[in-house]
């Protein structure tokens, strides 16, 4: 990934256009903020930090668990281009409703944000992916969602409050860790 790739995404979607009215005049703020049902719109620093640690090409097809807003996978989309594909999935069917409608006026329609199937993480059905980025934080790696990666596939994921980057290689998996984090729980 060129090295501004993201700050690209960042000037072509920005944060505004994902929040509800009442949050938009404190879009710049670098911190996390809220967008209802116990959820949040993530600090503009960590999503930053994450898609670098993603390290995301165009035409890559990429799971965002916990779409949200819609504005982790607008970006996304933004870094796969229109030959890449963006699955967003989303637990509250409210925010799946606010982040597609957000995700619609970005023109971008390789990427869309779906309900996700209560009980079952990622998209199993719509594996493998190349990159899997995951907006809430699990206590310990989801084996369901390694397994959604291809081979070579990268996915970045907080997990007990600390940022990891896993790489698929086969039956094996290379984690790195990438400093510490707060999220959401991942339900």
Request: net charge positive; glycine share 10%.
């Given at each position: 990934?060129?090295?501004?790739?993201?700050?690209?995404?960042?000037?072509?979607?920005?944060?505004?256009?994902f929040?509800?009215?009442?949050?938009?005049?404190?879009?710049?703020?670098d911190?996390?903020?809220?967008?209802?049902?116990?959820?949040?719109n993530?600090?503009?620093?960590?999503?930053a930090?994450?898609?670098?640690?993603?390290?995301?090409?165009?035409?890559?097809?990429?799971?965002?668990?916990?779409?949200?807003?819609?504005?982790?996978?607008?970006?996304?989309?933004?870094?796969?281009?229109?030959?890449?594909?963006?699955?967003g999935?989303?637990?509250?069917?409210?925010?799946?409703?606010?982040?597609?409608?957000?995700?619609?006026?970005?023109?971008?329609?390789?990427?869309?944000?779906?309900?996700?199937?209560?009980?079952?993480?990622?998209?199993?059905?719509?594996?493998?992916?190349?990159?899997?980025?995951?907006?809430?934080?699990?206590?310990?790696?989801?084996?369901?969602?390694?397994?959604?990666?291809?081979?070579?596939?990268?996915?970045?994921?907080?997990?007990?409050?600390?940022?990891?980057?896993?790489?698929?290689?086969?039956?094996?998996?290379?984690?790195?860790r990438?400093?510490?984090?707060?999220?959401?729980?991942?339900?």
């Amino acid at each position: 990934m060129r090295p501004d790739a993201v700050a690209a995404a960042f000037a072509a979607h920005p944060r505004t256009g994902f929040l509800p009215p009442e949050q938009r005049p404190q879009a710049a703020h670098d911190g996390p903020l809220p967008i209802g049902h116990g959820q949040t719109n993530s600090q503009p620093r960590t999503v930053a930090n994450m898609l670098r640690l993603l390290d995301v090409a165009p035409g890559m097809r990429v799971l965002d668990v916990g779409a949200g807003s819609g504005w982790s996978t607008a970006l996304l989309a933004h870094l796969v281009g229109p030959q890449g594909q963006v699955h967003g999935v989303e637990l509250a069917p409210e925010l799946v409703r606010f982040g597609a409608a957000n995700l619609a006026t970005t023109q971008q329609p390789w990427a869309s944000i779906v309900t996700a199937t209560p009980g079952v993480l990622g998209l199993p059905a719509q594996a493998p992916f190349d990159r899997i980025l995951v907006s809430a934080e699990p206590a310990t790696l989801p084996q369901t969602l390694v397994d959604q990666l291809r081979d070579g596939g990268v996915m970045v994921i907080p997990v007990a409050g600390e940022m990891l980057r896993v790489v698929r290689h086969g039956s094996k998996t290379e984690i790195t860790r990438h400093g510490a984090y707060r999220f959401v729980p991942l339900r």
